[in-house]
């Protein structure tokens, strides 16, 4: 998660934490594998939902977190690997979903045109998308 929102706090402030209100989520686990599919992290910055599974004995991981930048703009990412290697990537057919989903949100947000939440979404997809 810290590595996740890395990218995002960077992008929406620069510093170096999130304060979030809560984090819930439940989850099963039968033969060494978690399962989780309602994770909400409530947080007035990057508030994002998750899920997926987590193998306890192959100490592997293949979950996806959806921060939602300033209100405007969901971006999925994927987590992926072993835990001693994790791979971070955002999902780009997910993004264009969101984008195709409302537009005129998106761009204006990508455009700044939102104030902060405007410039904290564009600087984000600059960051995720290296451009």
Do not use: C, H
Not at 33 to 48: G, H, Q
Not at 82 to 107: E, F, H, M, T, V
């Amino acid at each position: 998660m810290k590595n996740t929102t890395s990218a995002l706090t960077s992008a929406v402030g620069g510093n170096n934490k999130t304060d979030f209100g809560s984090l819930t989520g439940t989850y099963t686990i039968a033969n060494g594998i978690l399962k989780n599919n309602d994770l909400k992290l409530t947080s007035p910055e990057v508030p994002m939902s998750g899920a997926g599974t987590v193998d306890l004995p192959q100490r592997t991981v293949n979950y996806r977190v959806t921060p939602n930048v300033a209100g405007l703009l969901a971006v999925p990412v994927d987590i992926t690997g072993p835990w001693d290697n994790l791979s971070y990537r955002p999902d780009l057919a997910g993004i264009a979903k969101g984008l195709a989903q409302d537009p005129g949100k998106a761009l204006d947000a990508l455009k700044g045109g939102g104030g902060s939440a405007g410039s904290a979404a564009g600087g984000l997809l600059k960051g995720l998308l290296g451009k």
